[in-house]
């Protein structure tokens, strides 16, 4: 009897060390607070979601684990085609999107033809404008996106941007993105107000 008690004793014991040798925590190392020196996990593991793709315009490099709301313009030339012209621009973009002359011809492109709903662009909605002189040295890709209800009164909720030919963000010279509401201090802000529907002039 003393024997067995004794034997239950150790191996209590031994469960009771061998518990308190365990390093508790997050032992996924895609969480946000993974813990590499725990060896066993406590199931608080927090998870960062968000868009993982670099070239998207909502790129999170916070983000570990792709939640599917990546935005990009990565395939804007198969978007369809919502309007076409050559010539001098008579709607005031001319000046703010180079090739005012009469061999420029401006595209505009809506990713999934969005349309207005009660004069309004719904969230998400993206617009790219290619602007070509038939050489590629004055091409410009001008864009705007219809960002989340509250993102900047004074723009009704767009976000402008200058890209590059394959839909990545242009930089400007010290390197930073060439994208925001207030983008070239207010410029396009100023210009799209006077179009006739919700800051868009081509639809």
Known sequence: ???????????????IVF???KKKGCTDP???????????????????YGCLDFVSINYDSTSRIDDGSCMSFANWKMWPLVS???????VRLG???LGNDSISTRTVY???DAVTENGFYPEGTMII???????SIYDQFPAMVKQEKGFNKLSNDWE??????????ALDTAGKQLRGANLYDGYCINCHVNATTDFVFSK
Request: charged letters at 20%; one cysteine or more; aromatic letters at 10%.
């Open 1 to 15: 009897m003393k024997r067995f008690t004794l034997s239950a004793l150790l191996i209590l014991l031994g469960i």
């Open 19 to 21: 518990d308190s040798c």
């Open 30 to 48: 895609i969480g946000s607070n993974y813990d590499k020196n725990a060896n066993y996990d406590d199931g608080t593991c927090d998870y960062v």
């Open 84 to 90: 076409s012209t050559t010539g001098i621009d008579t």
């Open 95 to 97: 000046p703010a999107h």
């Open 110 to 112: 809506i990713f999934n």
């Open 129 to 135: 404008k290619h602007v070509s002189r038939g050489d």
């Open 160 to 169: 402008w941007f200058l890209l590059r030919s394959d839909g990545s963000i």
